[in-house]
T-cell receptor
């Protein structure tokens, strides 16, 4: 199993809504990542979890709140988002953060904030 | 931060060869990755270089020169399905091991 599974695939939410994006992998990877990608732009790193602990927060606004319940799951809780937060949100995992191993990406959640 | 430069667009004919260049300026270089991304899909891993030289994997090859801060991805025997964005990504050493992406090169393969 070399898959990173993200749900939902598409999400439309209002600016006052609270929603969560979910990510799951069963490859035994100990590093998991959230990236944000706008159209025709490269993925931008948001958060990194290493061994279930938050190791990198790229100065992301607090309306995005990550959570790593266990080594296989990564959530991104969304609250009071703005229309400019509309983007493709990609989850990725790699064997360990400090190892030079490839990152496997999920298919992403396409988020639209209205 | 890292400065990662790659051309915005390239067009080539089916069956041809295309070379996508990537230059980077960074301290603590710890590996360079190439990813392929089709429109609306997730990036998929193509290759990894950390030492100077050429890595060949089927129709795709990647080259790295650490002293020049330069890499290229070579796509041979182009197929229509190779039309995609190709992302160069650099990993740096230090207290964090972040993967920073270039803006991507959109390759269009014509019949």
């Amino acid at each position: 199993d070399t898959e990173v599974t993200q749900t939902p695939k598409h999400l439309v939410m209002g600016m006052t809504n609270k929603k969560s994006l979910k990510c799951e992998q069963h490859m035994g990877h100990r590093a998991m990542y959230w990236y944000k990608q706008k159209a025709k732009k490269p993925p931008e790193l948001m958060f990194v979890y290493s061994y279930e602990k938050l190791s990198i927060n790229e100065s992301v606004p607090s309306r995005f709140s990550p959570e790593c319940p266990n080594s296989s799951l990564l959530n991104l809780h969304l609250h009071a988002l703005q229309p400019e937060d509309s983007a493709l949100y990609l989850c990725a995992s790699s064997q360990r953060q400090e190892m030079n191993t490839e990152a496997f990406f999920g298919q992403g959640t396409r988020l639209t904030v209205v | 931060g890292q400065n990662i430069d790659q051309p915005t667009e390239m067009t080539a004919t089916e069956g041809a060869i295309v070379q996508i260049n990537c230059t980077y300026q960074t301290s603590g270089f710890n590996g360079l990755f190439w990813y392929q991304q089709h429109a609306g899909e997730a990036p998929t891993f193509l290759s990894y270089n950390v030492l100077d030289g050429l890595e060949e994997k089927g129709r795709f090859s990647s080259f790295l020169s650490r002293s020049k801060g330069y890499s290229y991805l070579l796509l041979k025997e182009l197929q229509m399905k190779d039309s995609a964005s190709y992302l160069c990504a650099v990993r740096v050493d230090g207290n964090d091991y972040k993967l920073s992406f270039g803006a991507g090169t959109t390759v269009t393969v014509r019949a």
